[in-house]
């Protein structure tokens, strides 16, 4: 059932305090796997892009040879192009802060937990300063978390620690409250963004499939398919909202605390991507470079790419590979080559067994899971098995990180993600994975398979200030992320700009918000910037972006190009 996000403003919110735990969405077991690593203190020190080349596998009906329908025009970039107007390699990143000095991990994973209660923070509100931003709460890092402060300049991250007071530019920080668990910005390294504005009521599999070949010669996904392209313009048409698309996509991501997205949005590079959750696979990011290249078919040229492993034009290779349950899938491993190199990160590796895995750790090789577009597509909805072989990846040493798979296909957002993960192993695993390895695969795995990990993944001085603060258990924080919802996600910060979080803390973000109901709960949502073109359409409001696709989803099915009908505009939000 889809549940429609109102831009209604409404007078007042019920705020919950640090302690409030929502209902989970996806039935688990209450039991929480422990880890003797993680330590809840009340004091501690802190942890103190290339062109995106998408050849999308999801735009195609494709054969037993991958042979791209032909009404789509999605493999027009190759997937060996590199962008010209790439940053020199040489160039200092403008993240002063020595990122080698810290450790992301400070505690050592042998260490006892200390199994004190922590006393929540309680004070919500904003203090107004005038230059920079200091959030206070409970500082959640990988295997640590303590009541403390993280003191944001511009767009970077200046310190974290206890108390950052004696911190330059610490005085005339805007005061943020947060009476919740502050986090590191999630990011999602598996979406095909311009497909968000569509769901499982657009389309779902008709019966369990082996391979990525089949599923796609579905009649009804290839109406889909048509529609999709119909409204980003590939058809040669007049209409084209593909930057509504991709705005909508990254909003769904940013009101869940998502801040980074690889979304295989085409074309490549478009202005409109510089909005919002970062589009970190394209050169809009926000990073100053674009050094990551995304396939969603196997590539054609594998040479090619290597070749921009060589001359640092490609630092991560995410490639979508053994995408099924059958040797048709596992045979695409077969056929890297090159490709069995440390820049290469699978995307799916559904099918790959102990040979391959074995081989993916010998070569520093990532991989990304998408469980919940595995068991979608390959397990009917209901066998949790058919997904990839994460104890035994992980075991190996391979570096896992998480994503959705794209709302179409399998989540419809990051934190529901890691409730299905989670799912996956209690029920399959015997709960093998504990909620500080889940929130890894979000944050710092995640940066790490995109190269970004002294950049991004952690609350660490020196890196990008993209931080996601929740409401939820102070006592177990990790778990709390998991079980959070957009309805209890206080604030959203990308790149040191508030840009979503509850009306309390309003006064912290820009002016000209929004205000959105998220399951019965106001939250402000920050969408149009004050610096715009007419052509970049980073002016649009939400109201104006959803406008724009819910009368272009009408004509659309006004046309009567198909016997299925695709309105109404996939939500937002999905309420538990």
């Not at 037993?64 to 060996?80: G, I």
């Not at 107007?85 to 937990?113: F, G, H, I, K, W």
């Not at 090619?304 to 590979?321: E, G, I, M, Q, W």
């Not at 081989?359 to 577009?373: C, D, E, F, I, K």
Request: hydrophobic share 40%.
């Amino acid at each position: 059932m889809r549940f429609d996000i109102t831009l209604a403003a409404i007078a007042a919110v019920a705020l919950g305090a640090c302690g409030s735990d929502p209902d989970r969405a996806d039935a688990v077991s209450d039991t929480t796997p422990s880890d003797a690593s993680a330590t809840v203190v009340d004091s501690a020190s802190a942890d103190t892009a290339v062109d995106t080349s998408v050849s999308d596998a999801e735009d195609t009906r494709a054969d037993d040879t991958n042979a791209l329908d032909s009404r789509s025009d999605d493999t027009t970039a190759d997937d060996t192009m590199v962008n010209d107007t790439l940053v020199d390699d040489t160039l200092v990143d403008d993240t002063s802060v020595d990122d080698t000095t810290v450790d992301d991990t400070t505690v050592d994973d042998t260490s006892v937990a200390d199994t004190t209660p922590v006393a929540c923070p309680t004070t919500l509100g904003v203090t107004q300063g005038s230059a920079g931003t200091l959030l206070r709460g409970l500082v959640v890092l990988e295997r640590e978390a303590f009541v403390g402060e993280v003191l944001v300049q511009g767009h970077l991250i200046t310190c974290v620690d206890v108390s950052c007071a004696s911190a330059p530019g610490a005085a005339a920080a805007t005061i943020v409250d947060t009476a919740g668990l502050i986090f590191p910005g999630l990011v999602d390294t598996h979406d095909h963004v311009l497909f968000d504005a569509f769901d499982h009521d657009d389309w779902s599999p008709l019966q369990p499939y082996t391979n990525h070949n089949q599923w796609p010669n579905e009649a009804r996904y290839g109406a889909l398919v048509d529609a999709k392209q119909y409204l980003n313009g590939e058809t040669g048409g007049f209409v084209s909202v593909g930057c509504e698309l991709d705005k909508h996509g990254e909003l769904q991501a940013l009101v869940s605390g998502t801040t980074s997205v690889v979304g295989a949005a085409n074309p490549q590079n478009k202005a409109c991507y510089a909005s919002l959750a970062r589009t970190i696979d394209q050169s809009p990011n926000g990073l100053d470079q674009d050094k990551i290249q995304v396939a969603t078919l196997f590539p054609s040229s594998p040479d090619a790419v290597c070749a921009n492993f060589t001359s640092r034009k490609t630092d991560a290779y995410l490639v979508h590979v053994a995408e099924g349950v059958g040797e048709v899938a596992r045979k695409e491993f077969d056929d890297l080559g090159c490709l069995v190199a440390p820049e290469t990160t699978i995307v799916h590796g559904t099918a790959l067994g102990p040979p391959e895995l074995d081989t993916m750790a010998q070569h520093s090789m990532g991989l990304v899971w998408s469980p919940s577009n595995d068991v979608h597509l390959y397990g009917g909805d209901v066998d949790l098995t058919k997904t990839a072989n994460i104890p035994y990846a992980r075991a190996a040493g391979i570096t896992v990180a998480l994503g959705t798979g794209g709302a179409l296909w399998g989540s419809h957002d990051l934190l529901e993600e890691l409730r299905f993960a989670q799912r996956v192993d209690q029920t399959v695993w015997g709960a093998q994975l504990s909620a500080q390895d889940l929130v890894a695969m979000v944050t710092i795995n995640a940066a790490r398979v995109l190269a970004l990990d002294a950049t991004l993944g952690s609350l660490t001085a020196g890196k990008r200030a993209d931080i996601t603060v929740i409401a939820g258990d102070c006592d177990d924080p990790w778990q709390a992320l998991i079980d959070a919802h957009a309805s209890t996600v206080r604030l959203v910060m990308v790149d040191g700009v508030v840009l979503y979080g509850d009306m309390a803390l309003r006064a912290s973000a820009p002016s000209g918000c929004e205000t959105i109901d998220a399951c019965g709960v106001d939250k402000f949502v920050c969408v149009a910037t004050t610096s715009s073109s007419a052509t970049d359409k980073l002016g649009q409001t939400l109201a104006e972006i959803e406008s724009s696709l819910t009368t272009a989803l009408s004509d659309y099915d006004a046309l009567h190009l198909s016997v299925w009908s695709f309105s109404p505009l996939a939500p937002l939000i999905v309420c538990p």
